[in-house]
Nanobody, 119 residues
């Protein structure tokens, strides 16, 4: 059973880089065919796909986030990390990490973590 768990500071200043980590257990982030995504849901709106890192380390981002976003991973300890640069609009949201195979639905999700960005 794969489990994902997001962690973050909870409250950040808008001038700071927002950094979130997804801890993965029960599976490896290098397992062939899987992609590991970050998705967020701002208050009162739908889900927004931010980006993903693949099993081989390749990354892809939504055009809305690409210039301010990075996703990295630690293959020795299995987490993957999202960083959103300061000034990224709409930072206050519930952030989720999730797993899927290419062209398939997400099969595992983290429980989500609330991030509040203060101005």
């Amino acid at each position: 059973q794969v489990q994902l768990q997001e962690s973050c500071p909870g409250l950040v200043n808008s001038s700071q880089t927002l950094s979130l980590t997804c801890a993965v257990s029960g599976g490896s982030i290098t397992t062939n065919g899987y992609y590991w995504s970050w998705i967020r849901q701002p208050p009162g709106t739908g889900m927004e796909w931010i980006g993903r890192i693949g099993y081989a380390g390749s990354t892809g981002f939504s055009p809305s986030f690409e210039s301010r976003t990075s996703i990295s991973r630690d293959t020795s300890k299995n987490p993957f990390t999202l960083q959103l640069s300061s000034g990224t609009p709409g930072g206050t949201a519930v952030y989720y990490c999730a797993r899927r195979m290419a062209a398939m639905k997400y099969d595992y999700w983290g429980q989500g973590t609330q991030v509040t960005v203060s101005s």
